[in-house]
């Protein structure tokens, strides 16, 4: 959807948790760590979406423990248009802890050198890319520290 000229997208995923690591993706291409999320799809639910896309780019299948809430960012893209997007966390767990990954990532996830790290959460807030996905895993620490 386009306001003004700024192009807003919205997209969910989060923070897999199991056995006290962090599942996060090394992005070698572009040598990143950052936590799976994708574009929310017409009539999907941010939920949905989230569950999705972790199983598409980890191969893991995931129930959502608790909302994390959204994080909104602007960036700007080669095409000349400048993003708005706004993207729904949620703590999960894996659904069977014996499970081995099958992705089912796209062709251009494929080229960035996708691959699952998990990580120990002061390895994770060292390695995470981005601000805001260490601050939705501090939140997420401190909820299941709360347990």
């Known amino acids: 959807m386009i306001a003004g000229n700024i192009i807003h997208?919205?997209?969910?995923?989060?923070?897999?948790?199991?056995?006290?690591?962090?599942?996060?993706?090394?992005?070698?291409?572009?040598?990143?760590?950052v936590f799976p999320k994708g574009t929310i799809e017409l009539g999907e639910t941010?939920?949905?979406a989230?569950?999705?896309?972790?199983?598409?780019?980890t191969g893991y299948r995931v129930r959502?423990?608790?909302?994390?809430?959204?994080?909104?960012?602007?960036?700007?893209?080669?095409?000349g248009n400048r993003y708005r997007k706004?993207?729904?966390y949620y703590l999960f767990g894996l659904i069977d802890e014996n499970e081995q990954p099958k992705?089912?990532?796209?062709?251009?996830?494929?080229?960035?050198?996708?691959?699952?790290?998990?990580l120990s959460f002061d390895d994770a807030v060292t390695r995470l890319t981005h601000n805001e996905s260490?601050?939705?895993?501090?939140?997420?620490?401190?909820?299941l520290n709360d347990d």
């Open 9 to 33: 997208k919205k997209s969910a995923g989060g923070i897999v948790y199991s056995s006290g690591k962090f599942l996060t993706l090394h992005v070698t291409k572009y040598g990143e760590v």
């Open 46 to 48: 941010p939920e949905q």
């Open 50 to 57: 989230a569950v999705r896309e972790i199983a598409e780019e």
């Open 64 to 79: 959502i423990k608790v909302p994390l809430g959204k994080v909104s960012y602007e960036f700007d893209e080669d095409d």
């Open 86 to 88: 706004t993207v729904h």
């Open 103 to 118: 992705p089912n990532r796209e062709d251009h996830e494929n080229d960035e050198g996708i691959e699952n790290l998990w």
């Open 134 to 143: 260490k601050e939705k895993l501090q939140k997420a620490a401190g909820l």
